[in-house]
C-alpha cells in the first residue's frame, strides 16, 4: 500500500521554465490537495480537488494550475516558473473519517 | 475565516520529561476538526492525534495527548516522556465542518535534549 506517491523528489528549473509535479494515490480517497512548505510559514493550501473533475482554489494559487486527470492523480503544473515558487510541495488526500495522508514532499529550486 | 496560531517558535525540553506545545484557533464554525502533525528532519508529514470539535473526551494516542480547551479555544499537544526522536517540527492544522481545506500554523521546533 504506497499511500500518495509524489514524483520528482528534486527538481532544478530556471526561471522561466515550465513543469508538471505529479501526484497520485491508491486510497481510493476523493480529496486531493497541493501544498506549498516555506520556512517559517507552515504548509499553505494551493489547490484542491473534493472530487474528480473539480479543482478549487486554496490561498496561494497564483502561479499555478491543476488538473484531476482522474480519481486517483492529481497533478500540480507551473507554467513559467519564478524564484519565488521555490519551495517544497507536498500533495495530500482525505479519506474517511477525517484522515489526511501526505507524499513524501517534491524539493522544487528555481534559479 | 479559519486561523490557527502556535505561539512558540521553538521549544527544549530534556529527555523523559513532558511537553506542551500550544496552538489557538479561531473559527465561527460549531464543527470543525483539530490536528496535530509531526515533519521530522527527514521532511515527511505524519499524522499524530485528531480532536472533533464535538468529542467530548480530550484524544489520545500513545505518548500524544491533546489538551482541548473549547471555550478558549485551545488544542495543545502533550507529549509525555519524551524522546530523543521527538525532535522535529510539529504543525497544529484544523478543518471546518464545511470547508475542504486543512489550514495550518506555522509550527513549532521541538528539540529533545539527551
Known amino acids: 500500500n504506497a499511500g500518495v506517491t509524489q514524483t520528482p523528489k528534486f527538481q532544478v528549473l530556471k526561471t522561466g521554465q515550465s513543469m508538471t509535479l505529479q501526484c497520485a494515490q491508491d486510497?481510493?480517497?476523493?480529496?486531493m490537495y497541493w501544498y506549498r512548505q516555506d520556512p517559517g510559514m507552515g504548509l499553505r493550501l494551493i489547490y484542491y480537488s473534493a472530487s474528480e473533475g473539480t479543482t478549487d482554489k486554496g490561498e496561494v494559487p497564483n502561479g499555478y494550475n491543476v488538473s484531476r486527470l482522474n480519481k486517483r492523480e492529481f497533478s500540480l503544473r507551473l507554467e513559467s516558473a519564478a524564484p519565488s515558487q521555490t519551495s517544497v510541495y507536498f500533495c495530500?488526500?482525505?479519506?474517511?473519517?477525517?484522515?489526511?495522508?501526505f507524499g513524501s514532499g517534491t524539493r522544487l529550486t528555481v534559479v | 475565516a479559519q486561523k490557527i496560531t502556535q505561539t512558540q517558535p521553538g521549544m527544549f525540553v530534556q529527555e523523559k520529561e513532558a511537553v506542551t506545545l500550544d496552538c489557538t484557533y479561531d473559527t465561527s464554525d460549531p464543527s470543525y476538526g483539530l490536528f496535530w502533525y509531526k515533519q521530522p528532519s527527514s521532511g515527511e508529514m505524519i499524522f499524530l492525534i485528531y480532536q472533533g470539535s464535538y468529542d467530548q473526551q480530550n484524544a489520545t494516542e500513545g505518548r500524544y495527548s491533546l489538551n482541548f480547551q473549547k471555550a478558549r479555544k485551545s488544542a495543545n499537544l502533550v507529549i509525555s516522556a519524551s524522546q530523543l526522536g521527538d525532535s522535529a517540527m510539529y504543525f497544529c492544522?484544523?478543518?471546518?465542518?464545511?470547508?475542504?481545506?486543512?489550514?495550518f500554523g506555522k509550527g513549532t521546533k521541538l528539540t529533545v535534549n539527551p
Open positions: 495530500a488526500s482525505r479519506g474517511k473519517p477525517y484522515g489526511y495522508t
Open positions: 492544522a484544523m478543518r471546518e465542518g464545511g470547508s475542504e481545506k486543512l489550514v
Open positions: 486510497m481510493n480517497h476523493n480529496s
